[in-house]
């Protein structure tokens, strides 16, 4: 019994610390057989999940960049985004706008140092002409503190390489002129 020092009263615990991490305990594992019963039972191999952070990620057969290798069940994609804005990368190769994209084809790594951020894997390569050294670009909804060095520490490692940066505003610029046109467009689930 605890002592309710404003009224002086002994009231009874509702809650021990036991009971409540052992509630806790069966609460996480009711949620992790949950989400593994999801898994495995998902005949479908273009099944797009969210992942930890809520973010829809996965294959989307309708996508193929220019690689030699492409597997069989699409192109496997972080976000929603990401697979909108190469959609209208494909949009744009079929326009004649652009030669050629890949996704995520190359990492960037920052030499000396030791804590932190140390290698860089931008979205896109674009090539607008096979001529023209290609550039990169990068679709970030939120730019949280990990990505702006990231972003940082290329423009300091590797001046010479352009890296685009598509935004909140340049994103929703696209998606207001282009949704309606570019086939299986992603709008996210409310």
């Given at each position: 019994?605890?002592?309710?020092?404003?009224?002086?009263?002994?009231?009874?615990?509702?809650?021990?610390?036991?009971?409540?991490?052992?509630?806790?305990?069966?609460?996480?594992?009711?949620?992790?057989?949950?989400?593994?019963?999801?898994l495995t039972t998902?005949?479908?191999?273009?099944?797009?999940?969210?992942?930890?952070?809520?973010?829809?990620?996965?294959?989307?057969?309708?996508?193929?960049?220019?690689?030699?290798?492409?597997?069989?069940?699409?192109?496997?994609?972080?976000?929603?985004?990401?697979?909108?804005?190469?959609?209208?990368?494909?949009?744009?190769?079929?326009?004649?706008?652009?030669?050629?994209?890949?996704y995520e084809p190359?990492?960037?790594?920052f030499e000396g140092?030791?804590?932190?951020?140390?290698?860089?894997?931008?979205?896109?390569?674009?090539?607008?002409?096979?001529?023209?050294?290609?550039?990169?670009?990068?679709?970030?909804?939120?730019?949280?503190?990990?990505?702006?060095?990231?972003?940082?520490?290329?423009?300091?490692?590797?001046?010479?390489?352009?890296?685009?940066?598509?935004?909140?505003?340049?994103?929703?610029?696209?998606?207001?002129?282009?949704?309606?046109?570019?086939?299986?467009?992603?709008?996210?689930?409310?």
């Amino acid at each position: 019994m605890a002592l309710n020092t404003t009224t002086g009263i002994h009231m009874k615990r509702r809650w021990k610390q036991k009971d409540l991490r052992t509630l806790e305990k069966k609460r996480s594992k009711k949620k992790k057989a949950s989400r593994k019963k999801l898994l495995t039972t998902s005949d479908d191999s273009s099944t797009i999940m969210p992942n930890a952070k809520g973010i829809m990620c996965g294959y989307r057969q309708d996508i193929r960049d220019c690689k030699k290798k492409q597997s069989p069940k699409g192109l496997y994609l972080r976000s929603s985004w990401e697979a909108n804005y190469a959609r209208y990368l494909m949009f744009l190769m079929d326009k004649g706008n652009i030669q050629r994209w890949e996704y995520e084809p190359e990492t960037f790594w920052f030499e000396g140092i030791k804590r932190g951020v140390t290698s860089y894997l931008p979205d896109f390569k674009i090539w607008e002409t096979l001529e023209q050294d290609p550039y990169f670009v990068e679709v970030k909804g939120y730019m949280d503190s990990k990505s702006a060095t990231k972003l940082k520490r290329m423009a300091k490692y590797y001046p010479a390489i352009r890296v685009d940066l598509i935004d909140k505003h340049k994103y929703n610029e696209i998606k207001n002129k282009l949704s309606s046109i570019i086939p299986n467009w992603e709008y996210p689930s409310i």
